[in-house]
T-cell receptor, first 114, second 113 residues
Framework: GDSVTQMEGPVTLSEEAFLTINCTYTATGYPSLFWYVQYPGEGLQLLLKATKADDKGSNKGFEATYRKETTSFHLEKGSVQVSDSAVYFCALSKAGGGADGLTFGKGTHLIIQP | EAGVTQFPSHSVIEKGQTVTLRCDPISGHDNLYWYRRVMGKEIKFLLHFVKESKQDESGMPNNRFLAERTGGTYSTLKVQPAELEDSGVYFC???????????FGNGTRLTVT
């Protein structure tokens, strides 16, 4: 079946450091890929998404590129802030660009220290 | 607009007891989803409602779990009787149509002792 694998952390970085959170997936066909973020005490929020190969999703300084050849969707940010501390979830969906029946990774806890 | 709201935010019950979780989706959202995250594991899909109908309940773990959405508005997820392995965070999400983004609630943290 479909699956998503991401580095589990916790990942601890200093403010202004470069961030990469790796995500790889296994799926048949052409899934849509997502990054969700959960800030402390809040629900999951969609951070960015990409629906086809070579698409780049971006939001709030975060970027991820859909790489079909490596089945990856790594999350990057050039300079992290303390406010980026959260749990990040990589996910895929088979439902034609939508979010029906998402398959999630285990989540990566990111801690940014001042 | 009000977001997806879930009640309670936390629940601690003993093994064998019954618990009912509630989810109020965003008004007008026909699609409602339940997900669960067991400690240290992936967030797993449980089921999907379209209005009051169960579109997909393939993720429901066993018959101790019962989800309803009477009238196509709020939904409840009942666990009866609860077991230790049911502990985790239960998320509800809604969307206007299947291809639109999901809006998640803050989750209900269930602890079974």
């Amino acid at each position: 079946g479909d699956s998503v694998t991401q580095m589990e952390g916790p990942v601890t970085l200093s403010e202004e450091a470069f961030l990469t959170i790796n995500c790889t997936y296994t799926a048949t066909g052409y899934p849509s890929l997502f990054w969700y973020v959960q800030y402390p005490g809040e629900g999951l929020q969609l951070l960015l998404k990409a629906t086809k190969a070579d698409d780049k999703g971006s939001n709030k300084g975060f970027e991820a590129t859909y790489r079909k050849e490596t089945t990856s969707f790594h999350l990057e940010k050039g300079s992290v802030q303390v406010s980026d501390s959260a749990v990040y979830f990589c996910a895929l969906s088979k439902a034609g660009g939508g979010a029906d029946g998402l398959t999630f990774g285990k989540g990566t806890h990111l801690i940014i220290q001042p | 607009e009000a977001g997806v709201t879930q009640f309670p935010s936390h629940s601690v019950i003993e093994k064998g007891q019954t618990v009912t979780l509630r989810c109020d989706p965003i008004s007008g959202h026909d699609n409602l989803y339940w997900y669960r995250r067991v400690m240290g594991k992936e967030i797993k899909f449980l089921l999907h409602f379209v209005k009051e109908s169960k579109q997909d309940e393939s993720g429901m773990p066993n018959n101790r779990f019962l989800a309803e959405r009477t009238g196509g508005t709020y939904s409840t997820l009942k666990v009866q009787p609860a077991e230790l392995e049911d502990s985790g965070v239960y998320f509800c999400a809604s969307s206007q149509v299947v291809v639109s983004p999901l809006h998640f609630g803050n989750g209900t943290r269930l602890t079974v002792t």
